[in-house]
């Protein structure tokens, strides 16, 4: 019985499998590798991670600056809001004091709670 493929046991690679199934081993390839790392050129890699660096930069400083603006107008809003409870603060003791100090004239005058009602 002979079978209907042949292969031929060399080739110009070398000696080659008889096994059809087996793939025929090629060169590695490089294609999966990031760009900066297949590239030769070492001042093209560098200057590529400068770019990259001054982008990060850029991006972290952009970030920043809406951090910052962030928690200005979140500090200001603080800051009203504690102002607007000081005034309410200080109406309602205002209110208390002058309370208290008509029910003292009151009773200067010789009139108790318990007259006045």
């Not at 590239?39 to 920043?64: F, G, I, S, Y």
């Not at 309370?99 to 009139?111: C, D, E, T, V, Y």
């Amino acid at each position: 019985m002979s079978h209907s493929l042949t292969l031929s046991l060399s080739s110009a690679a070398g000696r080659t499998s008889g096994k059809p199934w087996k793939a025929q081993k090629t060169a590695t390839r490089r294609t999966f590798l990031p760009q900066g790392v297949k590239t030769k050129n070492w001042e093209d890699r560098m200057e590529k991670t400068k770019r990259e660096a001054a982008v990060k930069k850029l991006q972290a400083e952009m970030k920043e600056e809406k951090q910052s603006e962030l928690a200005r107008r979140r500090e200001v809003t603080m800051e009203r809001k504690k102002a607007l409870e000081e005034k309410k603060r200080l109406e309602e003791a205002k209110a208390k004091m002058g309370a208290r100090k008509a029910a003292r004239l009151r009773r200067k005058a010789g009139r108790s709670k318990k007259i006045n009602g």
